[in-house]
């Protein structure tokens, strides 16, 4: 069986050797005689995968103790209704668009409250950037403040330095107001101050695991605001009281989930995973940088993102023999998402160093076959 | 390696050679180099199987062409708010209420407009039959009337003479009151007439794959008409027009679930699993029932589940004991639900003949090496 160098965005690949262990223990877990997906989510032996996926998880992103763990469901899509369901209380909250995803969070949480567009960097219908810092007048009395962390699509990241500048901020100027991040697309990808933030939530199906479950890191004193029309299993005090029980949760996405936590931790956690993404993205932008102007990216230098690469080739056709010849190459999901085309080459943790040499000799060899 | 015999409630077993499939492809799905989780779903592989596994669905079901067949997440208990979200419309709701879930579907909607309790079996606590239908004075005005046709705790099911006698006196006494129905722990046991309901919905974790989709087959009619604060990925017309799409579903757990119907109808589908599903019931019953009162199950016959066979021991040491050395002889899952105690057999599609024949083997022997 041959695995191919997997750059899809998401569900995105994950570790051959974790997709190994599932595989082995498929159909008789620890020897329970059933697959950890057949038994009772209340059981031991499952109760032991959840508890030790969140301590693992605890461990990778040194969350503090007074940040409650959350196993959901809906992907951040259903947070976009969420969050404001339970934080916004009849107030008004902050939003910065900076692409899809977080113009979606944006309108989303209109239906409950006041969302007020502090800024956006849409320009013609793009994106390419997060805004200044120093442009920023938020609102003291706002509920929060909404960022996505890393537009998938668009391939924008807030790095650890623009985090540092706009958290200083916040507190200098709206004191108390807890920063809400989207952190679907990069989450684990790099050490990550989580006090910095009142919640972060992310989909699964990035850096985590399967498609299936979303975890939300919520500040305890942010839990139990619910509006009274929230459904109950999307209420955080629910969620917390039965430790994301209330019903029965998608407990074989969680084992997998786990899996990769216990991988990460082997190799070394999230400074080691920080290195070797920033290796694999330099690389890449290099290649892209250094085509003269075959390859173009069009992203602002300070928030180009270390795992979504998007880029465009001189016209769609093209783009289109770049994705095929690459799959007949052995390297698939580089087809950029349908609302902008071109490519994309997703760079998750789970994307080796060698996937993204073998993906930059490919880049280098279709350039010299194709240049005009 | 052993696979033991699985009577969980849900989670649940699934067909071993379904596993066997799921197992021997999980690296490679297809040739396409990667996992059928680690694709994108909107890509051609699992579009591919996505549809299959609707179009299954629907030939096992007969689902008429007026009829939506959406993949959502949240379980039954997201539903219980999700469907008047989505019908209730400031009108007024009817409740039969038969045990856990019916009365959690009940107080959930209460958020969402009128729920009104038309009937309620519960006697100091505990649920043992359905109400008559004679009885049932239904409001002709109501936006829907609601029933859970299997209580899973309480072992609990509306028959298919219920079924006939109750959607005949709601289109009698009550035209155009559409029945909704949480199916989720008999859905695939036995024929449907779809066309009775206006609103299917069910949990898979039981007949239908591991947990983490949920399946709801709706009435064109009664899709559009969400109240405004219902979140985007909540509103079965934003799920119609998007096709379950609107973000990325739980890919794994629909394609296990593809399989699962794939098998089905192999196996001859739904009126096949109905004769064998009795067979079983019919064989555990009458091992409880020849027990001297021994083991005591106390549902009215005529609404004892073909699929949650709940039971007694003359006391709770005896049924620890009875939990202990089943799982000792290889048969798990039997505990009861943490709110009722006692035993529970589940014997859902995926269990065999053969297991039901060992169980009730087991329960003779332990029955005779511990009556007093």
């Known amino acids: 069986m041959t695995r191919a160098y997997n750059f899809s965005a998401g569900p995105a690949g994950l570790p051959t050797d974790v997709l190994r262990q599932a595989q082995a223990e498929f159909l008789d877990f620890h020897g329970i005689g059933a697959s950890i997906m057949e038994v009772s989510h209340r059981g031991k032996a499952f109760m032991a ?9 605890r461990e990778l992103l040194a969350i503090p103790n007074n940040y409650k763990v959350l196993f959901v469901q809906g992907g951040a899509t259903l947070q976009f ?3 404001p369901m339970n934080l916004l209380g009849g107030r008004s909250a902050d939003f910065i668009v900076t692409g899809t995803w977080s113009q979606k969070a944006y309108r989303e949480a209109a239906k409950y409250g006041t969302a007020r567009l502090l800024a956006t960097t849409e320009e013609g219908g793009a994106f390419r950037r997060l805004p200044e810092v120093d442009s920023l007048a938020f609102d003291p009395k706002a509920a929060y403040l909404h960022l996505c962390t890393n537009e998938t699509i668009h391939g924008i990241e807030a790095h650890e330095d623009y985090e540092t500048r706009l958290t200083e901020r916040l ?3 709206a004191p108390g107001v807890p920063l809400v991040a989207d952190m679907s697309s990069h989450i684990l990808s790099r050490p990550l101050q989580v006090s910095r933030y009142g919640l972060i939530y992310f989909g699964a199906q990035k850096n985590v695991g399967p498609a299936g479950v979303t975890i939300v890191i919520v500040r305890e004193d942010l839990i139990g605001h619910a509006a009274p029309t929230t459904p109950t299993l999307l209420d955080y005090r629910n969620l917390v009281a039965d430790t994301s029980m209330i019903n029965t949760p998608p407990t074989f996405a969680i084992y997998m989930a786990g899996l990769v936590f216990s991988r990460l931790k082997e190799k070394g956690g999230t400074a080691a995973m920080a290195e070797i993404n920033r290796k694999k993205a330099k690389l890449l932008y290099a290649a892209i940088d250094g085509s003269d102007g075959f390859y173009r990216n069009a992203v602002d230098l300070a928030c180009r993102s270390n795992m979504n690469v998007p880029f465009n080739l001189p016209d769609a056709e093209l783009e289109a023999r770049f994705v095929k010849d690459a799959e007949a190459a052995g390297l698939i999901g580089l ?8 490519i994309r080459a997703s760079i998750y943790n789970a994307v080796s160093l060698e996937a993204v040499e073998t993906l930059v000799k490919f880049m280098a060899d279709f350039r010299s076959r194709n240049f005009r």
């Open 49 to 57: 995968v959840f508890e030790q996926a969140e301590a693992d998880l």
């Open 81 to 83: 209704a969420q969050v």
């Open 171 to 173: 507190s200098r100027l």
């Open 335 to 342: 087809k950029g998402h349908k609302s902008v085309g071109g």
